[in-house]
């Protein structure tokens, strides 16, 4: 608890600490506890823009590599199809590659369609990275599902995207 607890106690206290006051006494208390840090960091590095872009980013990010995975994943696990499990494995594959070794190549690739130092190619990527994830939990699920709830369905005229969102999701 205290391996946790200490760095997270240490840097609530330096937040409170000039930049002179923290290197001359690093671990030790404020002179004075003021919010003068916190003003100038809001106005001078824009958090509100980097909190409003963040928002931003991440629930675009996670929108789209929810339903990506969710409709991905139903295909592969319910609907029978030569390949599906070349498909999983491809998905699952995602998983492994780490992200240093196509850093360049995403580069290269941003600047190329023009989303480079936009927050499109930051959804793109996250949602892309989060997809692998997404296939491997969502299709063990969707297989451990009692398939006479698709089946009730479809005796019932449903569609196989409507069996997808009204009875699996």
Known sequence: CAVVIAPIYFLVLGSFKSVEEFFAAPFGLPAHFGLDNYRRAWTEASISTTI???????????????VVSCLASYAIARLPFRGSMFWRL?????????????????????????????LGSLILVYSTFGIPLGVLVLVGFFQALPKELSEAATIDGATAFQTFTRVIL
Not at 52 to 66: E, G, L
Not at 93 to 105: D, E, F, K, N
């Open 52 to 66: 409003k872009n963040s928002a931003i980013v991440t629930v675009s990010a996670v929108f789209i590599s929810t």
């Open 90 to 118: 491809l998905f699952v594959g995602g998983l492994i590659v780490p992200v240093q070794l196509i850093m360049v190549a995403l580069f290269i690739t941003m600047r190329w369609i023009g989303l480079l130092g936009s």
